[in-house]
């Protein structure tokens, strides 16, 4: 028989029938709960949540804004190529990205309004420009980057039209601030084009989150592919220089912020974006991307193949867009991809020594 120095605090043994006949049954006690050693308290956390809902609420978004994400960056990145037609003369250029940037944007407008349910809630969106907020910003890039759209592209559809429009005095109106308009359309792009991806990373959701850095370069790299892309299909190889030349700078910069993200985010919140069909849609993007880089490269000054590498780069855009909005929704779904990642944080900090703070605790 063993005695332990605690055997004193314990209290005496009860009295009673099974004491008297000595027949006392033993009750059962789970491993450790013999009072010899120490039991834990606190289960091994598992995986899960109350009512089996997700840890962080995911975001209430359709596949609209997937698609105002691709729309987006389209016209964003048609207004910049707008801007270098200008300076150079290139007349159809200028034209066909004008009214690409015109087109692109109202749609991803209309995109954007049926998610939100009724068109006024976009509109109390202007009532306050609050300079911490992604989407109040936005609001206000959309609306002004719209405008001066607008204001290019009606030129150019009075054009087209052979001044037929009933513009009256106002097309002289017009034909000064087309120039103006327009370029003030291209200093707006590439916010419009990132700011989606400033967005998705202030949001508690995991991958996007774990993505806040490279994010946005991914984003505007993806956004010069869809706008070179979709300017190489309309405009003739002669005009098309620049769109060529935005293009293989698009996919570099779309291949290298890409490997750069994945490799530098958290691995377990990386996994959406390389599994199921949020990894399908990445992989093909890469791919499209390559095949669309190398035909603009070989063979970009010969109609066919300029306008099917065109397409290739606009599919590789949209299915970069769409792939990292399923990633974003897959990962706030499964409370693994919260928790791991906070776990392997703390437990860094507390090999640091930062044990003193509100998120670690000593010992």
Known sequence: MTTSEYDSLRPPEPTGRAKRTGKRRRRAHPPGGDGAREMPVVPEAGFTSYYDRPVVKPAPWGWDVAAYLFLGGLAGGSAVLVAGAQLTGRAT???????AALASVSLGAVALVRDLGRPERFVNMLRVI???SPMSLGSWILSAFSAGAAVAAAAEV?????????LGLLRRVLRVAEGPAGLEAAALGPELAVYTAVLLADTSTPTWNHAHDELPFVFVSSASLASAGLAMITTPVAEAAPARKLAVLGVIGDLAATRVMHRRMDPVAAE????????TLLTWSEGLAVAGGIGVLLGGRRRPVAATA??????????????????GMRSANDPRYTIEPQRRRLAARRAAGVTGDSITTAG
């Open 93 to 99: 250029l200028c034209r066909n990205c004008r009214l």
């Open 130 to 132: 609050k300079l911490t």
């Open 158 to 166: 009075d054009r087209i039209t052979g001044e037929r429009l009933p």
């Open 272 to 279: 959406p974006l390389h599994e199921g069909r949020p990894g």
């Open 310 to 327: 065109g397409l290739a780069l606009m599919a590789a855009s949209a299915l970069t867009r769409f792939g990292i909005y399923e990633a």
